[in-house]
């Protein structure tokens, strides 16, 4: 079966490395960059970033990889096009795996109901202005791409598989020519179509859904993780305490365990578990 990988902002592949050395064995284990990252082509206009553009390229990649459908694991921006994927063509994913990312739907309601979601949500502002988030991000030899990583507030909690030579793969990744334009195109789309989204009611998502969460995520508060209830039907969701939003880097043993466990079930109901 194919296990596809879909990672986040500001990462690349290689944020899956742990998963692709666990389920490698038995599955066929492909972790892309998305659009505009890594060797990827990079589109220059910031239209060419939109939600459903960026959704129609996974749904083309899975027949391309040989395939009808796929279990698809996905984390940060990567679960935002994994929801949308598996809202408007549920039949290309047999299971779901999110990891610290809500539902579009959830995110915008807690965005205007929360002060701490808001202040958390800084950067999603600031990514609107042109220009300046790039200068921010290159500065100082990549300043704040490191403190993204390895700041008390926002960094990973568990750093023995974040190395240095980890954080320089990194950095040559966002130092190629419009790599940061490219990603930070996605934020620069991304109210549009979640405020159109804020009051619609649609069909809930019945595939069977596994969401994990890192309790110690300072980008999106651990509340929103049991906000689903109207959005699936057929989800279990996990927290992990003392684990940053760099959930499959930070803990990676417990989220391996937690996908074969939920891989070797057949459904769930929604439930909570810690």
């Known amino acids: 079966p194919l296990m596809l ?3 986040g902002y500001p990462e690349f592949w290689f944020s899956w490395r742990f998963q692709l050395l666990e389920f490698g064995r038995d599955y066929y284990a492909v972790a892309v960059d998305l659009r505009g990252y890594g060797d990827t082509e990079r589109p220059v206009h910031k239209r060419d970033y939109q939600l459903h553009i960026l959704t129609q390229d996974i749904a083309e990649l899975i027949p391309a990889l040989g395939y ?7 984390h940060d921006w990567g679960g935002m096009l994994a929801w949308r994927l598996v809202q408007n063509h549920p039949e290309l994913v047999d299971r779901l795996v999110i990891m610290d990312c809500p539902h ?3 995110y915008i309601k807690t965005l205007l109901s929360s002060w701490t979601q808001f202040m958390y949500s800084w950067y999603m502002f600031l990514f609107q202005l042109p220009y300046l988030p790039e200068i921010i991000m290159r500065a ?18 568990n750093k023995e598989g974040f190395t240095k030579e980890v954080m320089e793969a990194f950095k040559y990744t966002f130092s190629q020519p419009g790599a940061f334009t490219a990603a930070i195109n996605y934020h620069r789309n991304a109210f ?8 619609s009611h649609g069909q809930k998502i019945e595939n069977p859904l596994l969401l994990i969460w890192g309790d110690d995520d300072h980008a999106i508060i651990k509340e929103m993780a049991d906000q689903h209830d109207k959005v699936a ?6 927290h992990i305490p003392n684990c940053s939003h ?3 880097q930070d803990c990676p043993d417990l989220v391996n365990q937690y996908m074969q466990e ?3 079930e057949a459904t769930y109901t929604y439930t909570r578990c810690t």
């Open 5 to 7: 990988f879909l990672h």
């Open 68 to 74: 009808t459908s796929c279990i698809l694991v996905a």
């Open 104 to 106: 579009y739907r959830v």
């Open 140 to 157: 100082r030899d990549y300043k704040l791409l490191e403190r993204v990583f390895f700041s008390k507030t926002m960094g990973l909690k």
């Open 192 to 199: 549009k179509p979640a405020v159109k989204e804020l009051h």
């Open 233 to 238: 039907t057929n989800i279990i969701v996990k």
């Open 246 to 248: 760099w959930t499959q």
């Open 262 to 264: 939920f891989l070797q």
